[in-house]
């Protein structure tokens, strides 16, 4: 959607709402300690010779807490999960049965849980740099704008209204980081 000073709110919601549901994707990817089949989304598997999601070929699920199960559709990838998820370097270990791969998810320790939550807000800070360019965009449309003749008056209060979207925003991303870190640091 091009910005323009007529939908710049609608577009700016756009953009800086982007920006929270990258952070919510990458914050699922996050282990707090339960087993969670998001965890292997970024996983990528050579499937004939063509990387593909993890999730694409096999039935990713968490049977109980400390478990993911993975079932391929065809018994010869097992392999293949086994070594992409070593590669992924997360720290897990696959166990491949002949039908399943399981893993086991190890308890958190203390220093590993405030390794995640400062991986969760340099994720937060991320995004807040991507609610700071929607608004820095936003900003350069109404200042053209005000140059070609739109009223000042209109554009400040153009300006008000983004202002006001980025300290919206910010404050959701900011909820969105205490809630993942009381789950992480929570035994």
Known sequence: MEITIDNIATAGKQ??????????????KIRAG???PAML?????????TPTALTQIAN???PDSKTISIQPWEKPLLADIEQAIFAANMGLTPMNDGEFVRISIPPLTE??????????????EESKIG??????KMMEVIKSEVKDGYPEDAGKRKETEVE???KDFTAK???ILAAKEKDILTV
């Open 164 to 166: 006001g979207l980025l």
């Open 111 to 124: 220093e590993r849980r405030k390794e995640l939550v400062k991986q969760c807000k340099a994720a937060g």
């Open 34 to 36: 339960k087993a969670n």
């Open 41 to 49: 989304s970024g996983i990528m598997v050579d499937y004939y010779g």
């Open 173 to 175: 991303i900011e909820t």
């Open 15 to 28: 953009l800086m709402e982007k920006s929270v549901d990258h952070l919510q994707d990458e914050l699922k």
């Open 131 to 136: 609610l700071r360019n929607a608004r820095q």
């Open 60 to 62: 990713v699920s968490a």
